[in-house]
């Protein structure tokens, strides 16, 4: 067997150390040698060292080693220099001299095959050393040999890249596309079609305009971006203001049910929140993030602003307790001007210097956060050591503390429900108050961006945090509860006599786990540093939420979901830090801290934890009940149902703490979902509601394959062939009349040339975007490569998914009938012939002037259209042979193909170059416009200002206008001819056109008799009508006149009866079909008669039947009945009931 021939250069072994070039040498290797020949020599001198990978990234030397080692010839480069650009190869000498060319990362291929992302720099590409460098490192490696095998192993064996052009599985292969380490694997164009090449200078938009990679900024492990964020922000204000006032309302028992209920919601969504970040990679943005690309953009973007709202006002719920507690400290003399303003003021001051500490960099944020925690740990260490050693005098017992005592533990065990601060109290409400507490386990997500590895420590820390935090708490608590009374008066006068709880009948008391906010001091062994962990739990709580809050929203704004919020998506700094975010989350937070207490705010935050908790774990059982493949968690320990039940729970919890702020939540969310609705924003992030959405599709199909047909859920099924949709708008929009969205419109496109994948996906993406501009509801789907007949026939056989299939046929009528190639009129005819055999009905639409027009379309696809239409040989060129005719190359991006539909670039190498227009019209424009490439490309600009066409003539259909609906109901089909035009007057458009009906009567002398009996029909079927007449006089001679037009119109098809032309008509022919011949000319001066000023005409079409009756006699029968009136509908049913009159 024969083998292509194939040079390629090699550099022999230098022997000489100062040589300045290496000879070049031409040997004829075959291509085509054996695999394992290839390879066996491969594997001589190329071993794992050379691909060693780490976590699946392999690793790059930023030196070249040399040794002896014939393992040492492939070496990597750190980061390719610019200047580097694919160059062609030079003749020198008569060989090739291959000139440096970079190597892409993982894409395999030929050298003289290019990577479209060779000017990308990147850490992670392959690069090959100069020549120099690689005759000296083949000094002494054993390799000098004249075999050609043996001297292509010396320069080639160092990759195997080089025999073959497939990529091999790599990471950076499945980056996201706009990713600067993403790398190209080639595409199934380029390997299918192998005279496939790109050349030099043919580069993507998205390498020529590829941002400078950004400088490494802070990264942080599970300890300390998760786990350290979520203890702080857990063991916040509540832990030293409120957890003892909690003890003293609801007693040891109810508080620790208190505790572990919220540590069971917390749990349940921690579970939920783990299987989500581990379902991939999780960037920047936390909450929002997970819940958007979960859930879609209209949840995400509702829960987003809420969320970081929720944020910004826990932020200034911390800094009004560490105002609290700063206050305690201050005599009532060195006020200001009252404790209530005072503490504002200090408030004020704390989130100045806060937003100052976050601004200058999250590095000291985290350093500061290590302080507070130590701090913070001390705190908790000695209220427990406090709680041992007892009161240390009788001042501490006179103020309740006295120690654990079994008496006290039994009277704080049960509840103690009372008024405070104008409320009176009971357990929800405690929960409200307590539940923000529990807000903490999202700290470590909410910054998801700055984590080293977001998969694994998002679980890992915060299903930790919530074991530790949950045990301090029940243990603080039951302390607590154990050693203080609920009431104490504070004298030390009752002290021996141990009344100091009797306080209560007289409401005097000013200490107890009812009264006091500093029992925690109270029992600690060194009182200030409980004043240091007050504040350290506070001042971290605050500075979590203050980090939390801008990021969430920056990531918000960078999706753009929401107008007038882009401004706030700018980030500064190697870090991206949302400085203007800070600024707003500084705002809100001062505006709550002017506003109230605790007490005040904490309900608030809790219904928007509580919601965004509520998305969480719904967007986890909505992925598990979909079940799309891209459902892959590496975190096993959920369940969907608990899922499930942890959302129910969040919202009835929200109800339970204040039905009218729950209310009010939902309400914000509501309107926030419907804006993104409206907006439609132009994001893909393959959510699991897409994932639904087809999973309840596909259940409907099955559900409907097994319903029974029948007659009275009977839908018109039409398959249109209107080629492009818009070049024949009224076609489209009269068939999307009869659909309307309530029965399925497919739209077939016949191309007799072959297209690329991605010219297709051009013509489509542009087929729906002219759909959504008309506001169509139909499919669009495209045949290439076959004849009319062929692809008609094609999509008559294939077109629909189960009993989800057309039922109708729908066409133009030919116009060109008698001046086109008679085997295309033969095929005409032939797919009505296809379509009554599997038994579709049939339709076909004329109007004066034509069906086709191109006022809707651009000039630019109207000119590839034209093209494609004449000009068959150009689109058959290989994509090699013509890619070379293209001045630019733009990628259709398969990623956003969910975006909006003028969203979209398109190149193809096949694509063919555009003829000029005879006129001149479009010259000038296909001097810039060679390939569809060219013509489409400009379909990706966002907010590109498109021509409007006026409608004025291809609105015809869908604007009001007078006249009356004509039906010519000759022959009982099955009710189609009747059903269609009544389904259109009950259009707005055609509300006002009146149904006439005309029929032929059997016999003369009984007219009275049938148009009763026709009348009693029509009602039975509950159509309405204007007018019924029967026609008594069909079989009455047509006018001479009429005649004379049918012979002028057969007379370019009339042959000879011993002729051989099966496409002509014989004077036998016209004998044997005279009578029907004359019936239909009869019916046409009938319709001239009675329907000339009819806004529509819609008349039974003649039966088609294969022997005996030539495509031109039939084609003639048609036009006489089609050009009848200036807008007719031939219509012929299948011949199955389409109406009925039985309930």
Request: glycine share 6%; charged share 20%.
């Amino acid at each position: 067997m024969g083998s292509s021939q194939k040079d390629i250069e090699l550099s022999p072994v230098n022997t000489t150390p100062n040589s300045s070039k290496p000879a070049v040498e031409k040997v004829n290797i075959l291509v085509n040698d054996e695999e394992d020949v290839i390879i066996g020599r491969f594997r001589k001198i190329s071993s794992a060292k050379s691909m060693a990978a780490t976590n699946g990234n392999i690793q790059y030397p930023s030196e070249v080693v040399k040794n002896d080692d014939v393992e040492s010839g492939l070496h990597f480069r750190a980061k390719e220099p610019e200047k580097d650009k694919l160059l062609p190869e030079a003749v020198s000498n008569g060989g090739l001299v291959r000139s440096k060319v970079p190597v892409t990362k993982s894409s395999f291929r030929d050298v003289e095959k290019p990577s479209r992302f060779k000017d990308q720099p990147s850490a992670t590409r392959f690069q090959m050393e100069d020549k120099q460098d690689e005759a000296t490192d083949s000094e002494g490696s054993g390799m000098e040999s004249d075999d050609p095998l043996t001297a292509t192993d010396t320069k080639y064996g160092k990759s195997f890249r080089h025999f073959t052009r497939e990529a091999l599985p790599r990471l950076d292969n499945y980056r996201n596309v706009l990713s600067l380490h993403a790398a190209p694997r080639p595409t199934l164009d380029e390997l299918h079609n192998a005279s496939l090449s790109r050349k030099p200078g043919q580069t993507l938009e998205k390498d020529q305009g590829a941002p400078a990679m950004r400088a490494t900024n802070v990264k942080f492990g599970w300890l300390q971006g998760v786990l350290m964020r979520c203890l702080l922000n857990i063991w916040g204000v509540m832990l030293f203001l409120r957890l003892s006032w909690v003890v003293g309302q609801a007693g040891i028992a109810q508080a620790s049910l208190l505790i572990l209920t919220t540590s069971v919601v917390t749990t349940i969504t921690a579970l939920s929140m783990s299987a989500i970040s581990t379902n991939g990679v999780i960037k920047g943005g936390g909450t929002y993030y997970m819940i958007s690309r979960s859930l879609g953009p209209e949840f995400g973007g509702s829960i987003g602003l809420i969320f970081s709202m929720a944020n910004a006002v826990a932020c200034a719920m911390y800094v009004v307790g560490f105002g609290e507690s700063l206050i305690t400290l201050i005599p009532e003399s060195a006020y200001m001007v009252s404790k209530s303003w005072d503490q504002a003021i200090y408030g004020c001051i704390t989130i100045v210097l806060l937003t100052g500490i976050v601004i200058v960099g999250l590095e000291w944020e985290a350093k500061a956060q290590i302080v507070l925690l130590i701090i913070l740990l001390a705190a908790i260490a000695d209220f427990c050591i406090g709680s041992i050693i007892g009161p240390k005098s009788d001042v501490e017992v006179a103020q309740g503390f006295v120690g654990y005592n079994m008496t006290v533990l039994r009277s704080n065990v049960g509840p103690d429900y009372r008024m405070f601060e104008g409320v009176e109290h009971n357990f929800f409400s405690v929960f409200s108050i307590f539940f923000p507490a529990a807000t903490g386990i999202l700290a470590g997500a909410n910054i998801s961006g700055d984590l080293k590895d977001p998969q694994k420590s998002i679980p890992k820390g915060t299903l930790l945090a919530i074991l530790l935090t949950t045990i301090s708490y029940v243990l603080i608590a039951l302390i607590a509860g154990w050693t203080v009374l609920r009431d104490a008066s504070g004298d030390l006068a009752d002290v021996g006599n141990w009344t100091m709880d009797q306080c209560r009948h007289n409401g005097t008391c000013q200490y107890g786990l009812h009264h006091s906010n500093d029992v925690i001091r109270l029992v600690s062994a060194f009182g200030p540093l409980i004043y240091g962990g007050c504040f350290a739990a506070t001042l971290s709580s605050a500075l979590a939420s203050l980090v939390s809050a801008p990021k969430v929203f920056q990531a918000l704004c960078e999706d753009k979901l929401y107008p007038y919020l882009e401004f706030f998506a700018k980030g500064y700094g190697a870090n991206n830090e949302p400085v203007r975010g800070y600024a707003l989350t500084f705002v809100i937070a001062v505006s709550f801290i002017l506003m109230g207490g605790l007490n005040q705010i904490a309900p608030l935050i809790s219904n928007f934890f509580l919601a965004a908790y509520a998305l969480i774990n719904f967007a986890t059982f909505h992925a598990s009940l979909a079940k799309p493949v891209g459902w892959r968690p590496t975190f096993r320990l959920y369940n969907m149902w608990l899922s499930l039940l942890g959302a129910m729970v969040c919202v009835a919890i929200m109800f339970v703490i204040s039905w009218s702020t729950a209310l009010l939540t939902i309400a914000c969310l509501l309107a926030l979902y419907l804006l993104v609705s409206y907006r439609k924003p132009d994001v893909n992030w393959g959510s699991t509601t897409q994932a639904q959405t087809y999973k309840v599709a596909l259940s409907g199909v099955h559900q409907l394959n097994q319903v029974t047909e029948h007659v009275k859920n009977y839908r018109p099924q039409i398959l249109v062939l209107t080629g492009f949709p818009g070049e024949r708008p009224l076609l489209t929009d009269f068939t999307y009349l009869l659909t309307k969205g309530l029965s399925l419109m497919l739209c077939g496109h016949i191309l007799q040339s072959p297209v690329n994948h991605r010219t297709r996906e051009a013509l489509s993406n542009r087929a729906y975007h002219w759909f959504l501009k008309r506001k169509i509801k139909a499919f669009y789907t495209l045949v290439d490569d076959v004849s009319f007949k062929d692809g008609a026939s094609a999509l008559i056989q294939a077109s629909g998914v189960g009993k989800l299939k057309p039922n109708i046929l729908m066409m133009g009528f030919k116009e060109d009938w008698q001046t086109c190639d008679r085997s295309a009129l033969a095929d005409y005819v032939d797919v009505m012939h296809k379509a009554l055999d599997v038994h579709m009905a049939l339709a076909l639409l004329r109007v004066e002037g034509g069906l086709y027009t191109r006022d809707a379309l651009d000039s630019d696809l109207q000119a590839y259209l034209d093209d494609a239409a004449r000009d068959h040989s150009a689109l058959q060129r290989s994509m090699g042979d013509n890619f070379k005719d293209s001045k630019s190359t733009e990628s259709l991006n398969t990623q956003s193909r969910g975006s909006s539909l003028s969203d979209v670039s398109i190149v193809s190498g096949e694509l063919p170059k555009v003829s000029p227009d005879p006129t001149g019209k479009f010259q000038k424009q296909n001097k810039e416009s060679k390939t569809l490439g060219d013509v489409v490309r400009r379909i990706g600009i966002v907010n590109r200002a498109r021509r409007v066409s006026s409608f004025t003539s291809v609105e015809q259909f869908t604007k009001k206008q007078a006249g009356t609906v004509d039906v010519w109901w000759l022959y009982d089909d099955g009710g189609l001819t009747l059903l269609l035009p009544y389904i259109l007057s009950t259009r707005r458009a055609w509300a006002t056109c009146p149904l006439r009906v005309f029929t032929l009567a059997n016999k003369n002398t009984e007219m009275e008799i049938e148009e009763r009996n026709m009348a009693s029909l029509l009602s039975k079927f509950r159509i309405d009508y204007s007018a019924l007449k029967m026609i008594p006089d069909i079989t009455k001679k047509p006018r001479d006149a009429t005649l004379a037009y049918f012979d002028q119109l057969i007379a370019p098809f009339r042959t000879p009866d011993d002729t051989n032309d099966n496409m002509g008509i014989t004077e036998a022919d016209l004998l044997a079909a005279r009578e029907r011949t004359n019936r239909y000319l009869r019916v046409r001066e009938l319709i001239n008669e009675h329907s000339s000023g009819a806004r529509l005409v819609c008349v039974t079409q003649p039966m088609p039947r294969r022997r005996g009756l030539p495509p031109a006699l039939y084609a003639a029968w048609l036009a006489v009945l089609a050009t009848a009136a200036q807008r007719v509908l031939l219509v012929r049913g299948n011949h199955a009931a389409v109406l009925t009159f039985y309930s």
